[in-house]
């Protein structure tokens, strides 16, 4: 029974110490863990926020075009938008040699294999290749060139002050941004509730502010994996890092349902919405800290250097 219960405490260490900053500070030095230094928050960019947005806008467009059949509760109170779809669709039917007697039936792909034919490549959840990892995440198909976003972090986003513990406890996927915004990447449990709760609060009618499907083992955007992509090892270098984006407040809003975060406190959403309103650009707004909430949502990205994520 002793030796049970210490196996136990043991396996819970060793998950835990890399939360732990006295123990990073000790073993930061002796881990030879692959490390990038970043002096200042801006100069956290391996590639600029308008590929990732550029890159965001192709992959949740080419999700809704699959899913077009189902979006007519928003269509109905967005008809220019509606145009535009249709107009994109009927070009890639065309462009498919689809008949005109076809023209009423839409082939419908799963999500992986719209992000192959979008981006080249598709990610999926599997056994980790890191010995005593657990879930990792692959490239499953296609090929990743450099500089690439791969994956997003889901998540409820906490602001400093904003209360966590309870979810916290024995969690291993909360992330901490550079600016001290945390992020409850977990699937479950406390985490998976509080999630859900915020999402269908901060639901407007028929449009979703943001994707909860990362939640169960079929995700509607197939990025939204990034929390069980593993650190390195002695054996194997880290093949991705994180890149912070605040994804702006212009983002087409039926685009929206497949970001995977929500702000915990909808005061931050709702503060970032009318100061948007009063027309201040995005730049004046993150600088303001002690004035203002953030005016834009927050969401994370891993970049990859090569092919294979362990």
Known sequence: MGWALLRALRRRWAAYKYRFVPW?????????????????????????????????????????????????????LLPEVKCQYLEVLTWEQKRSKVTSCNHGSQQVFSPEEVLLNTLGFTVGRDQSSLVS????????????????????????????HEPIFFQSLGNPFIFRCIDGILIDGNDKGLSRSVYRSCRRRDQLGPFQMSDESWLTAAPQNPLAVGQYVN??????????????????????????QYLPNIFYN??????AANEG?????????????SQRHQARRRTFFKLLHCCQMN
């Open 133 to 160: 990892a657990g879930t990792g995440v692959f490239v499953t198909k296609g090929f990743v060139p450099k500089g690439t976003v791969v994956s997003m972090y889901p998540g409820t986003v906490y602001r400093k």
């Open 231 to 256: 650190n390195c090892s002695h054996e194997k270098a880290a093949n991705v890092c994180y890149q912070e984006f605040d994804v702006p407040e212009h983002f087409p809003i039926e685009l929206k």
């Open 24 to 76: 990073l500070a000790l073993n930061l030095r002796r881990q030879g863990r692959t490390l990038r230094y970043v002096p200042e928050s801006s100069q956290d960019k391996i590639i600029s926020d308008e590929d990732v947005f550029e890159t965001l806008l192709k992959t949740f467009k080419a999700l809704f075009l699959n899913d077009f059949s189902r979006q007519a509760d928003i269509l109905a």
């Open 266 to 271: 909808h005061d931050t959403e709702r503060s």
């Open 277 to 289: 309103a009063h027309g201040f650009p995005p730049e004046v707004c993150s600088s303001c800290h």
